[in-house]
């Protein structure tokens, strides 16, 4: 009596080259390779800014070759425009939140040199806000809408923004919760109504970068900022020791500012509806 052995079936190289073309597959492929230069950036200093220009790098690489996919999305004709009006709204949008409560906290001017603080700090959140964008904004929302449309994917990458901040320091549910609308939600729309990725890293760039600077910890990360800054008040106004982020404050601000960007995003056509099939 003979027997026979049938091999398991083996992926073939075509169907592993469908799969890194697919929009899960390109959003893993660039995810790990920006992931792995987000370590440089996050050093600091010169580093952060070659780490940043790495990953960018990467990216145009992963979308043009594996996604095969042009990226207008990171085009250099009007990225510094984008950028300075993104940097703008972050800015606003930190100056709003804490304008509103000043009464809540104590500040105390911090002596050392002003140029090199603000020159660190920014160097930092640049790398942070670029890796992040290319991540979040730039493969998974991209990736995500292909698959379930543009409001799946806000929500999806809103969630998955906000999860990942659990592991910060002094982080809550409610903390995270809150990055997940400020950030999630306010990054996401802003991607969807300009369709640039400078317009969003200059939103999240000024946004850290403000309240670094001001002393306030980014994310429950502390910032030895040109202030030290300390909440006074009950920390669902101030955020406590995670930072502004977890105020109730800036979670109102940032919905109104993401809604009437959602409602020009639709109104522009940005927005992609589910396929049909999943429905």
């Given at each position: 009596?003979?027997?026979?052995?049938?091999?398991?079936?083996?992926?073939?190289?075509?169907?592993?080259?469908?799969?890194?073309?697919?929009?899960?597959?390109?959003?893993?492929?660039?995810?790990?390779?920006?992931?792995?230069?987000?370590?440089?950036?996050?050093v600091?200093?010169?580093?952060?800014?070659?780490?940043?220009?790495?990953?960018?790098?990467?990216?145009?690489?992963?979308?043009?070759?594996?996604?095969?996919?042009?990226?207008?999305?990171?085009?250099?004709?009007?990225?510094?425009?984008?950028?300075?009006a993104?940097?703008?709204?972050?800015?606003?949008?930190?100056t709003?939140?804490?304008?509103?409560?000043?009464?809540?906290?104590?500040?105390?001017?911090?002596?050392?040199?002003?140029?090199?603080?603000?020159?660190?700090?920014?160097?930092?959140?640049?790398?942070?806000?670029?890796?992040?964008?290319?991540?979040?904004?730039?493969?998974?929302?991209?990736?995500?809408?292909?698959?379930?449309?543009?409001?799946?994917?806000?929500?999806?990458?809103?969630?998955?923004?906000?999860?990942?901040?659990?592991?910060?320091?002094?982080?809550t549910?409610w903390?995270?919760?809150?990055?997940?609308?400020?950030?999630?939600?306010?990054?996401?729309?802003?991607?969807?109504?300009?369709?640039?990725?400078?317009?969003v890293?200059?939103?999240?760039?000024?946004?850290?970068?403000?309240?670094?600077?001001?002393?306030?910890?980014?994310?429950?990360?502390?910032?030895?900022?040109?202030?030290?800054?300390?909440?006074?008040?009950?920390?669902?106004?101030?955020?406590?020791?995670?930072?502004?982020?977890?105020?109730?404050?800036?979670?109102?601000?940032?919905?109104?500012?993401?809604?009437?960007?959602?409602?020009?995003?639709?109104?522009?056509?940005?927005?992609?509806?589910?396929?049909?099939?999943?429905?």
């Amino acid at each position: 009596m003979s027997t026979t052995h049938t091999a398991a079936p083996q992926p073939t190289r075509r169907q592993g080259a469908r799969f890194l073309r697919s929009p899960l597959g390109w959003m893993l492929t660039g995810a790990v390779g920006v992931g792995l230069a987000s370590s440089l950036a996050s050093v600091g200093g010169v580093v952060a800014v070659v780490g940043s220009a790495v990953a960018v790098v990467i990216y145009w690489a992963v979308m043009r070759h594996v996604a095969r996919r042009d990226v207008p999305e990171i085009a250099k004709p009007g990225a510094v425009t984008h950028a300075l009006a993104g940097s703008a709204i972050g800015f606003a949008f930190i100056t709003v939140s804490m304008l509103t409560l000043l009464t809540e906290f104590s500040f105390t001017e911090r002596s050392g040199g002003a140029l090199s603080i603000v020159a660190s700090m920014a160097a930092m959140q640049l790398g942070a806000a670029v890796t992040e964008e290319l991540i979040f904004r730039g493969l998974a929302l991209q990736a995500l809408e292909k698959m379930w449309g543009s409001w799946a994917a806000l929500t999806a990458t809103a969630v998955l923004f906000g999860l990942l901040h659990l592991a910060n320091p002094d982080a809550t549910l409610w903390s995270s919760t809150a990055i997940a609308v400020e950030a999630g939600v306010l990054l996401g729309a802003a991607f969807l109504w300009t369709r640039n990725i400078w317009f969003v890293v200059g939103l999240h760039f000024a946004w850290n970068t403000t309240l670094g600077l001001i002393g306030i910890p980014v994310s429950g990360h502390a910032s030895e900022g040109l202030m030290t800054t300390n909440p006074t008040g009950p920390d669902l106004v101030t955020g406590g020791d995670f930072g502004l982020e977890a105020s109730i404050v800036p979670v109102v601000v940032s919905l109104l500012m993401a809604i009437p960007m959602l409602i020009a995003a639709h109104r522009r056509g940005n927005l992609v509806p589910m396929p049909r099939g999943r429905r």
